[in-house]
């Protein structure tokens, strides 16, 4: 049994279990007989061409952390509901409220523009490895060794930007250092909101199904590119055209069966499939239930706050959703590591390294994992730290770091003034806090804050900070609040039109303000310096742990992900996650008037949606009798996949990625072949909603569409 583990354990990172990885497609030639095998019709050259189209030309990353797709030759895409619900959110109001009854651009004058949008294209991807490790020895210490790749980096990049002045530079290392790939980019800064479902139906089932199969979401939105005269990239301009791709994806509605092959597209965000058990161990026992604890809070306080008034569901639709999301992930991810012993399985993986490590040829990998041992004992204390100021700051109460955005006017008046830039100054900082009010409400703060400060100052505390002030009490509170320049637009605004001493000693005294900048100050100056530096020499040890495993464990490694274009491959599956239960591979509409009886209010829909589904009035879209809305594959897939096409053997949309099942989440660090399986809307379900319920079919007509 413990060899059955070991061996496992080995060919998890490779390409013999199920259809595991992320793979990079310029470099799809060690798993391209495997695809083909497994039904790919496609050759290697019509997924990644660097001098031709190619499907990589119609694939983009949206909006820095999601994917999506080009569907016309009008520069039409798909993606995620929840990749776009921040521009869905800005454009709703009590008058316009998209969130609720969603937005059809019914012309193109009418698509919304969305500022701070942008897509961007892969142009090609070279191997720069032999230049980046370029001087590297192995008696080089770590510091040596960083400072040489730093060198060869700024070299590269002087070169690539003098060859390619108008395209932009990813210098990316994957396997920690052990491959370095040159990422060239194009971006595009203006593209506008085409269309949106309701939340009825592209947050339908909210945070009860988040992660959860059976699903019956249609997590889809649109969007469209434009360019100017010539298709380059340009500013928003009203005068500018609808972007012409290289290459567009066809729409295939004949649909997908169970054993077909599956392929999922774009950009996967990160994943730690090669930690050691000392992070692990880490993340199970001491991050993960920190993180889930202080989020619990602060959903507990949206979900009671947003389902009591409009205005504040519309105000913070789009931070419970970024807030929900990783919790639940998290809470999924915890029962998957710990039923399926990730740790117990990484540390006999170790055993089985350190007893290769005794041969000859491996004698110089010997002190890596002592190494790396020592060094997770030095960070883990920080990185906790670290995660929970970020928890408590970036997802907690907004007031710390939104008042933190003043530090630079407060620190350096003087010098603005003198250098003629105060007033710029203060217009941008006017420009945030208009964006800042829109979404805020003082009494959800207050009660966010009063849950979260008594965790973050006592029970994770781990030392006295400077900001450390203990429990505060509800009058104490109150006065904060109360007294705060930060909670008052109108006060803040007044401050703002009038700059000086005044000014300067209001902000300076502020609760709020004071304490943001200690806490800020804490971070900058002693754990993000400390984690830097330790984190780095981790980085320098996981490249000789992984160049050791490849080498006393041959095989075709995937690298992880970290949000360069991929290519992950499996079959259109279901799963048996528990004794006893059968996840089939396929939901229908029936599912959705099921889950709408129960009353859970995840669940409620629309008299008109309603009616649509009872009467099976399912146009041209249905199969078999029945209007099919989501299904699972064996892709692997994380955070970033979201809004990535799932495409079929000849390269044609039959559905778009955006979710894993709960039991999945552990294949961010660990794959089960028999239960990880990616969550993907229907492309049926998707027309079905854009022509039979939004009644905007002319969508369609730009689009290829087959079966």
Same mark, same amino acid.
């Given at each position: 049994?413990?060899?059955?583990?070991?061996?496992?354990?080995?060919?998890?990172?490779?390409?013999?279990?199920?259809?595991?990885?992320?793979?990079?497609?310029?470099?799809?030639?060690?798993?391209?007989?495997?695809?083909?095998?497994?039904?790919?019709?496609?050759?290697?050259?019509?997924?990644?061409?660097?001098?031709?189209?190619?499907?990589?030309?119609?694939?983009?990353?949206?909006?820095?952390?999601?994917?999506?797709?080009?569907?016309?030759?009008?520069?039409?895409?798909?993606?995620?509901?929840?990749?776009?619900?921040?521009?869905?959110?800005?454009?709703?109001?009590?008058?316009?409220?998209?969130?609720?009854?969603?937005?059809?651009?019914?012309?193109?004058?009418?698509?919304?523009?969305?500022?701070?949008?942008?897509?961007?294209?892969?142009?090609?991807?070279?191997?720069?490895?032999?230049?980046?490790?370029?001087?590297?020895?192995?008696?080089?210490?770590?510091?040596?060794?960083?400072?040489?790749?730093?060198?060869?980096?700024?070299?590269?990049?002087?070169?690539?930007?003098?060859?390619?002045?108008?395209?932009?530079?990813?210098?990316?290392?994957?396997?920690?250092?052990?491959?370095?790939?040159?990422?060239?980019?194009?971006?595009?800064?203006?593209?506008?909101?085409?269309?949106?479902?309701?939340?009825?139906?592209?947050?339908?089932?909210?945070?009860?199904?988040?992660?959860?199969?059976?699903?019956?979401?249609?997590?889809?939105?649109?969007?469209?590119?434009?360019?100017?005269?010539?298709?380059?990239?340009?500013?928003?301009?009203?005068?500018?055209?609808?972007?012409?791709?290289?290459?567009?994806?066809?729409?295939?509605?004949?649909?997908?069966?169970?054993?077909?092959?599956?392929?999922?597209?774009?950009?996967?965000?990160?994943?730690?499939?090669?930690?050691?058990?000392?992070?692990?161990?880490?993340?199970?026992?001491?991050?993960?239930?920190?993180?889930?604890?202080?989020?619990?809070?602060?959903?507990?306080?949206?979900?009671?706050?947003?389902?009591?008034?409009?205005?504040?569901?519309?105000?913070?639709?789009?931070?419970?959703?970024?807030?929900?999301?990783?919790?639940?992930?998290?809470?999924?991810?915890?029962?998957?590591?710990?039923?399926?012993?990730?740790?117990?399985?990484?540390?006999?993986?170790?055993? +089985?390294?350190?007893? !290769?490590? &005794?041969?000859? *040829?491996? @004698?110089?990998? $010997?002190?890596?994992?002592? /190494?790396?041992?020592? #060094?997770?004992?030095?960070?883990?204390?920080?990185?906790?730290?670290?995660?929970?100021?970020?928890?408590?700051?970036?997802?907690?109460?907004?007031?710390?770091?939104?008042?933190?955005?003043?530090?630079?006017?407060?620190?350096?008046?003087?010098?603005?003034?003198? +250098?003629?830039?105060? !007033?710029? &100054?203060?217009? *941008?900082? @006017?420009?945030? $806090?208009?964006?800042?009010? /829109?979404?805020?409400? #003082?009494?959800?703060?207050?009660?966010?804050?009063?849950?979260?400060?008594?965790?973050?100052?006592?029970?994770?505390?781990?030392?006295?900070?400077?900001?450390?002030?203990?429990?505060?009490?509800?009058?104490?509170?109150?006065?904060?609040?109360?007294?705060?320049?930060?909670?008052?637009?109108?006060?803040?605004?007044?401050?703002?039109?009038?700059?000086?001493?005044?000014?300067? /000693?209001?902000?300076?005294?502020?609760?709020?303000?004071?304490?943001?900048?200690?806490?800020?100050?804490?971070?900058?100056?002693?754990?993000?310096?400390?984690?830097?530096?330790?984190?780095?020499?981790?980085?320098?040890?996981?490249?000789?742990?992984?160049?050791?495993?490849?080498?006393?464990?041959?095989?075709?490694?995937?690298?992880?992900?970290?949000?360069?274009?991929?290519?992950?491959?499996?079959?259109?599956?279901?799963?048996?996650?528990?004794?006893?239960?059968?996840?089939?591979?396929?939901?229908?509409?029936?599912?959705?008037?099921?889950?709408?009886?129960?009353?859970?209010?995840?669940?409620?829909?629309?008299?008109?949606?309603?009616?649509?589904?009872?009467?099976?009035?399912?146009?041209?879209?249905?199969?078999?009798?029945?209007?099919?809305?989501?299904?699972?594959?064996?892709?692997?897939?994380?955070?970033?996949?979201?809004?990535?096409?799932?495409?079929?053997?000849?390269?044609?949309?039959?559905?778009?990625?955006?979710?894993?099942?709960?039991?999945?989440?552990?294949?961010?660090?660990?794959?089960?072949?028999?239960?990880?399986?990616?969550?993907?809307?229907?492309?049926?379900?998707?027309?079905?909603?854009?022509?039979?319920?939004?009644?905007?079919?002319?969508?369609?007509?730009?689009?290829?569409?087959?079966?």
């Amino acid at each position: 049994m413990k060899l059955r583990i070991i061996a496992a354990l080995v060919l998890l990172t490779q390409v013999g279990m199920a259809k595991e990885g992320m793979w990079i497609p310029s470099l799809l030639n060690v798993v391209y007989g495997d695809m083909q095998s497994q039904g790919l019709q496609l050759t290697a050259e019509d997924l990644y061409d660097a001098n031709g189209s190619s499907v990589k030309d119609a694939i983009v990353l949206f909006g820095g952390g999601c994917t999506a797709e080009i569907v016309s030759n009008d520069g039409l895409l798909f993606t995620n509901h929840h990749c776009g619900f921040d521009y869905i959110q800005f454009h709703s109001s009590l008058k316009n409220d998209y969130l609720r009854d969603g937005f059809w651009a019914k012309s193109r004058a009418e698509e919304l523009r969305c500022d701070g949008l942008s897509v961007v294209f892969v142009v090609r991807m070279d191997d720069v490895t032999e230049a980046m490790r370029m001087g590297i020895t192995a008696a080089m210490s770590p510091a040596e060794v960083d400072a040489l790749l730093q060198k060869n980096k700024k070299t590269l990049e002087e070169k690539y930007k003098k060859e390619n002045p108008a395209l932009g530079l990813q210098l990316k290392s994957f396997n920690y250092g052990n491959q370095y790939l040159a990422i060239i980019t194009k971006t595009y800064n203006d593209v506008r909101l085409v269309g949106a479902p309701p939340s009825e139906i592209g947050k339908f089932g909210g945070d009860t199904d988040n992660w959860v199969w059976p699903r019956h979401t249609g997590d889809f939105s649109v969007f469209r590119i434009y360019a100017d005269a010539n298709n380059e990239p340009a500013k928003y301009n009203a005068s500018n055209v609808p972007f012409k791709p290289l290459h567009h994806l066809p729409i295939n509605i004949g649909g997908v069966k169970e054993g077909d092959f599956s392929m999922v597209y774009g950009f996967p965000g990160r994943t730690e499939h090669l930690l050691t058990s000392y992070a692990v161990d880490f993340i199970t026992n001491k991050l993960n239930p920190m993180r889930i604890d202080m989020r619990d809070q602060t959903i507990a306080v949206l979900q009671e706050r947003m389902r009591a008034s409009d205005e504040i569901r519309i105000k913070y639709a789009a931070k419970q959703s970024d807030v929900a999301n990783a919790w639940k992930k998290w809470k999924g991810q915890q029962i998957g590591l710990t039923n399926f012993r990730a740790l117990e399985q990484k540390r006999k993986f170790e055993e +089985q390294y350190l007893a !290769q490590c &005794t041969k000859t *040829e491996f @004698k110089t990998y $010997a002190e890596v994992l002592p /190494k790396l041992e020592s #060094l997770y004992s030095q960070v883990n204390h920080l990185n906790f730290e670290a995660q929970l100021f970020v928890e408590y700051m970036y997802y907690g109460p907004e007031l710390f770091n939104f008042s933190y955005r003043f530090q630079e006017l407060v620190a350096n008046f003087d010098t603005l003034k003198a +250098q003629g830039k105060l !007033q710029s &100054t203060i217009d *941008e900082l @006017k420009k945030g $806090a208009r964006a800042f009010f /829109k979404d805020f409400d #003082l009494a959800t703060e207050m009660q966010i804050y009063a849950r979260l400060q008594p965790l973050y100052e006592t029970k994770y505390n781990t030392h006295d900070v400077i900001d450390n002030v203990g429990l505060v009490s509800d009058s104490d509170m109150l006065s904060y609040f109360n007294k705060s320049v930060f909670c008052d637009s109108t006060l803040l605004f007044k401050l703002l039109d009038k700059p000086g001493k005044g000014m300067l /000693k209001k902000m300076k005294s502020d609760y709020f303000y004071s304490h943001a900048v200690a806490m800020f100050n804490d971070y900058n100056t002693r754990l993000r310096p400390q984690v830097g530096d330790l984190n780095k020499q981790i980085d320098f040890w996981m490249q000789k742990y992984t160049e050791g495993m490849m080498k006393m464990f041959p095989g075709n490694y995937w690298a992880d992900a970290n949000s360069t274009l991929r290519i992950s491959y499996g079959k259109v599956d279901g799963s048996f996650p528990r004794d006893g239960e059968h996840y089939t591979p396929h939901t229908t509409a029936d599912g959705i008037l099921q889950k709408y009886y129960t009353g859970n209010p995840d669940f409620e829909i629309s008299p008109k949606l309603k009616s649509l589904l009872e009467t099976r009035n399912y146009g041209n879209y249905s199969s078999g009798g029945e209007l099919n809305v989501c299904y699972t594959g064996s892709n692997h897939t994380t955070g970033g996949n979201s809004g990535s096409p799932a495409l079929n053997a000849k390269g044609e949309l039959t559905g778009i990625n955006f979710d894993r099942s709960w039991e999945s989440t552990m294949s961010d660090i660990m794959y089960n072949p028999e239960i990880c399986r990616n969550i993907m809307v229907d492309i049926r379900y998707v027309l079905w909603v854009i022509d039979v319920y939004a009644d905007a079919d002319y969508l369609l007509q730009e689009m290829t569409i087959v079966k």
